[in-house]
């Protein structure tokens, strides 16, 4: 198992971890933030279709402020990960199962935007207590369930994206050739103005995770929405650690609805919908569902202890 240390002010290190199936995972961590007073708590990223897994850089501040270990990695076919055609969106808690063992970490909590937040519900409902808590942001709820009109609220360039991999992996590969040639800016994919906006803060560094995704070609992606479109492999139901759904109510990407159906699937869940924001400017909740998410993983200390 290797590490490179990236280049020098970022503390993230990367190593990747061999699955023992001809398979590797990228992964990344931020190591112990050695906040006085605070006991560690590692959370596991979960980044969004298409990015790669570097952890979340504007919440870094935050996250020494209280006491957060980032680990992450890059989804299989993303990034430095080996491709895994047809994975499910179970396999998520494999994969990360893997990363953390390799880490020497013991329980964690988990946290994801977008498709992250989908895929970071995986580890909750599969890997028991050792999941301490969950925040999930702007999730795909699953397909096919039928309180839920799915496509219903998407902008035209996603709505056409994902039924295209509902019709299978033959005319989703041919949707994303034919999208190729289609100029940059021409397909509503469901930005908002707040959205807009958004990019031009703190935000604005998921540039540097989502064109490495789109350079290195559109096949982890296509991965991606079939998993999202099939059996995802797990119950949101099963999951037990405290979860707290956080979603736009402005969002032409994922429509509200997918998280209102998530937060009232997943028993206790809470649910922060806001009301002017869409995919993106929701993320400037991020810091406060962060906030959220190290008290309620981090059980109470015992009366009496210093």
Do not use: C
């Amino acid at each position: 198992m290797s590490e490179t240390p990236t280049t020098p002010p970022s503390p993230v290190t990367e190593r990747d971890v061999d699955l023992g199936d001809g398979h590797v995972l990228h992964v990344y961590d931020t190591g112990d933030p050695g906040t006085p007073g605070v006991e560690p708590l590692v959370v596991v990223w979960h980044h969004g279709t298409p990015n790669i897994g570097a952890p979340p850089r504007p919440l870094f501040d935050a996250a020494a402020r209280l006491g957060i270990r980032w680990v992450s990695y890059d989804r299989p076919g993303y990034g430095g990960s080996t491709p895994r055609p047809d994975r499910d969106v179970a396999s998520a808690a494999r994969d990360v199962a893997a990363a953390v063992d390799a880490l020497g970490v013991g329980p964690f909590a988990v946290m994801g935007h977008s498709g992250g937040g989908t895929h970071a519900l995986a580890p909750a409902a599969l890997l028991g207590d050792r999941v301490l808590g969950v925040v999930s942001i702007s999730p795909v709820a699953p397909f096919g369930v039928p309180e839920l009109d799915w496509f219903d609220g998407m902008a035209p360039g996603g709505e056409a994206s994902l039924r295209a991999a509902a019709a299978g992996r033959a005319v989703k590969e041919a949707h994303e050739a034919a999208a190729a040639l289609v100029p940059q800016g021409q397909v509503d994919f469901g930005f908002v103005p707040a959205d807009e906006q958004a990019f031009e803060g703190p935000w604005g560094w998921l540039g540097s995770v989502v064109g490495p995704a789109l350079a290195a070609g559109p096949a982890a992606l296509i991965d991606d929405d079939l998993a999202y479109v099939t059996d995802w492999g797990f119950d949101p139901a099963g999951i037990a650690a405290p979860t707290l759904v956080v979603h736009g109510g402005a969002d032409r990407m994922v429509p509200p609805a997918h998280g209102e159906w998530l937060a009232g699937a997943i028993p206790g869940a809470e649910l922060w919908l806001q009301p002017e924001d869409g995919h993106i400017s929701v993320l400037r909740t991020a810091e406060e569902a962060l906030t959220w998410l190290a008290r309620a993983a981090r059980p109470p200390r015992p009366t009496g202890t210093d």
